[in-house]
């Protein structure tokens, strides 16, 4: 019956038969990845339980949102999680740039120096930052800002680093993935020794982790790695895809206020903010997030492993372990990237029936290709992809809510390539 199923939807038995050659292959990978799924999911159980999760904190509050039990005991679950002092969980977040801006203004002050110590920030960043000039950017506010690149290998520059640290270097903020870049992204780890030898230096530097795409894709989160500050998008790993908008900002209580009153205002900070009615989607989704996050892993190993051995470069590799749930291939040609999205769209709940075309899009020099059929818009922690139409014509790919989906939309896009004539099985 399941043949028939991915024969009805368009999945050729060669290109089935290849899919499961390779699972066959990667049954080891998957027991590991369950079993961090399992300790995660053991991990906020019991946060949601020392919290004393009550069937009062699923009820929608409106106004000013003063003593919203949902929201307030939602935060404390989050720093339980993340074994952090207090959290900031807010739907108001509009999404994970809002929350690494707030997070950076809210501790920043004129005079300030912030450094990153590991390359270019993510694109929304520099804006945020000032890098590239914009309005109410850190810059505006006499923000500067200092980066330290990465070394050839992928290594920290930890002599170039120790001379970039400065009397005026208050904040730090250290990316965990590799965003639309090519570098590896960062183990949490190798983001523990960084911020110890920050640390080292100066133990006032705040350190802030972009966790974005890496909660719950190991056991442990930078916060159990001495990151003062974590930060990241509901609509990605720890929304468990039922989170309809929001973010996180989880670390020092002092540093997590001073966040609470640029959110919202002086002198009100985290007492006020109604949830309104995202209580039960941030808790469900959030008791989810372990087990999506698995699925999605399982789809990028997959898929890594799928279309290896075709003369494609694949970041990470097959083999490589895994820091965050993003993966790249790069086709080399525009035809193999709008092959791909396109099989991705095509695998989608909603939208199947649309064709994405790579357009021109604001912030980009080159048109981009998006597939998303998602049920929150935008989410990346449902099945997506996307590509900008240039060398090396690369796609980036992520998500899927359950691992049938993310097995699904992967077999689709690799039909859609081998129906374009790139590949043969
Ligand atoms: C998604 C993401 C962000 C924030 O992007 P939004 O689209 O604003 O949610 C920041 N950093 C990284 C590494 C990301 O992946």
Redesign the pocket.
Same mark, same amino acid.
């Given at each position: 019956m399941t043949d028939q199923m991915y024969k009805k939807l368009g999945i050729s038995e060669s290109v089935r038969n290849h899919g499961e050659r390779v699972l066959k292959s990667l049954e080891e990978r998957f027991r590991k990845i369950d079993e961090t799924a399992e300790y995660n999911q053991l991990k906020v159980l019991s946060a949601m339980q020392d919290n004393r999760v009550s069937e009062a904190c699923l009820h929608p509050s409106t106004g000013y949102g003063y003593n919203d039990l949902g929201r307030d005991t939602l935060e404390r679950v989050y720093a339980s999680v993340f074994h952090t002092e207090d959290a900031l969980v807010r739907p108001l977040i /509009?999404? @994970?740039?809002? /929350?690494?801006a707030v997070a950076l203004s809210g501790n920043l002050r004129p005079g300030d120096e912030l450094l990153s110590p590991v390359g270019k920030?993510?694109d929304?960043?520099e804006e945020v930052i000032g890098i590239r000039p914009s309005t109410g950017s850190l810059a505006e506010y006499g923000v500067t800002y200092r980066q330290v690149e990465l070394l050839p290998d992928g290594n920290f520059d930890y002599e170039a680093i120790r001379s970039a640290v400065n009397k005026k270097t208050r904040m730090v903020t250290i990316?965990?993935?590799? =965003?639309y870049q090519t570098r590896k992204t960062l183990s949490v780890k190798q983001i523990g020794e960084l911020i110890r030898f920050l640390h080292e230096i100066n133990p006032e530097l705040i350190c802030m982790v972009?966790n974005?795409?890496g909660e719950f894709v190991e056991e442990l989160e930078p916060s159990d790695a001495g990151a003062d500050l974590v930060v @990241?998008?509901l %609509?990605?790993n720890p929304g468990g895809g039922l989170a309809p908008s929001g =973010?996180y900002i989880a670390g020092k209580k002092k540093y997590v206020e001073r966040a609470a009153f640029r959110l919202t205002s002086p002198g009100l900070g985290k007492e006020v903010g109604a949830s309104l009615q995202t209580n039960p989607a941030f808790y469900q989704g959030l008791f989810l997030a372990p087990t999506v996050t698995a699925a999605a892993l399982k789809g990028a190993v997959f898929a890594a492993n799928l279309f290896e051995g075709y003369g494609f470069d694949i970041v990470p590799d097959g083999k490589e372990s895994r820091h965050?749930i %993003?993966q790249a291939i790069t086709f080399g040609c525009p035809e193999g990237v709008i092959a791909f999205c396109r099989g991705i769209q095509a695998a989608a709940p909603v939208d199947s029936f649309v064709t994405p075309e790579p357009w021109a899009m604001p912030g980009y020099d080159a048109d981009v290709i998006m597939a998303a059929g998602a049920f929150v818009q935008?989410s990346?922690i449902e099945l997506s992809a996307d590509g900008p139409i240039k060398p090396p014509y690369s796609v980036f790919f992520q998500g899927g809510l359950t691992w049938p989906h993310a097995k699904c939309g992967i077999l689709m896009a690799f039909q859609k390539i081998v129906d374009a004539g790139l590949i043969t099985v």
């Open positions: /509009a999404c @994970g740039t809002h /929350a690494l920030p993510y929304t960043l990316q965990r993935s590799k =965003g972009d974005c795409y @990241g998008s %609509i990605k =973010g965050d %993003i935008g990346s």
